[in-house]
T-cell receptor, first 114, second 112 residues
Framework: DSGVTQTPKHLITATGQRVTLRCSPRSGDLSVYWYQQSLDQGLQFLIHYYNGEERAKGNILERFSAQQFPDLHSELNLSSLELGDSALYFC?????????????FGDGTRLSIL | AQSVTQLDSQVPVFEEAPVELRCNYSSSVSVYLFWYVQYPNQGLQLLLKYLSGSTLVKGINGFEAEFNKSQTSFHLRKPSVHISDTAEYFCAVTPHTDKLIFGTGTRLQVFP
């Protein structure tokens, strides 16, 4: 158990819809990272938050947004969903900003677009 | 820009045999290197990391990796694998920035 909790585990929805994925980091971790894992794109970094502030963006679409709340949990919002958004979305947390710190991954949310 | 190449998408091996999973990276700056493992229906777990110093890094579950700067490689090895090592293995690099750049993964399949 990594200590990172992601909900829900599975989401099935239709094209054009909007969903919210939630992540609770390990106790004491200030950094939250979001990743997308798909068969064609592999594991892609989406966005990084540290103590409530956005730190870095990766291959995140404009239809996607995220935030980190004062209690340090984070949400990833996906809107105007397309079939190609079907993927496994991971959240990871680490203690601080130092990039040499290991990232602890949750078990992911599997998003299926019908 | 940085990139990671995992040369083998699948590696089949018999139990108790040695295994090497290959990883090459491309970067014009120095990087930190990591190996993560993903068991079925789970998130990624850190196996080991290279930050600096000794080029031979030991990790969990008996795995080790060797950083070779001249060949820009960071191959993962285990002298004797178990059935429980069956999983997907990801090599990743970071150029000392916020994001990890992952390879496409190598599926290790251990047969009895």
């Amino acid at each position: 158990d990594s200590g990172v909790t992601q909900t829900p585990k599975h989401l099935i929805t239709a094209t054009g819809q909007r969903v919210t994925l939630r992540c609770s980091p390990r106790s004491g971790d200030l950094s939250v990272y979001w990743y997308q894992q798909s068969l064609d794109q592999g594991l892609q970094f989406l966005i990084h938050y540290y103590n409530g502030e956005e730190r870095a963006k990766g291959n995140i679409l404009e239809r996607f947004s995220a935030q980190q709340f004062p209690d340090l949990h984070s949400e990833l919002n996906l809107s105007s969903l397309e079939l190609g958004d079907s993927a496994l979305y991971f959240c990871a947390s680490s203690v601080d900003l130092a990039v040499n710190q290991p990232q602890h991954f949750g078990d992911g949310t599997r998003l299926s677009i019908l | 820009a940085q990139s990671v190449t995992q040369l083998d998408s699948q590696v089949p091996v018999f139990e108790e045999a040695p295994v090497e999973l290959r990883c090459n990276y491309s970067s014009s700056v120095s990087v930190y290197l990591f190996w993560y493992v993903q068991y079925p229906n789970q998130g990624l777990q850190l196996l080991l990391k290279y930050l600096s110093g000794s080029t031979l890094v030991k990790g969990i579950n008996g795995f080790e990796a060797e950083f070779n700067k001249s060949q820009t490689s960071f191959h993962l090895r285990k002298p004797s694998v178990h059935i429980s090592d069956t999983a997907e293995y990801f090599c990743a690099v970071t150029p000392h920035t916020d994001k990890l750049i992952f390879g496409t993964g190598t599926r290790l399949q251990v047969f009895p």
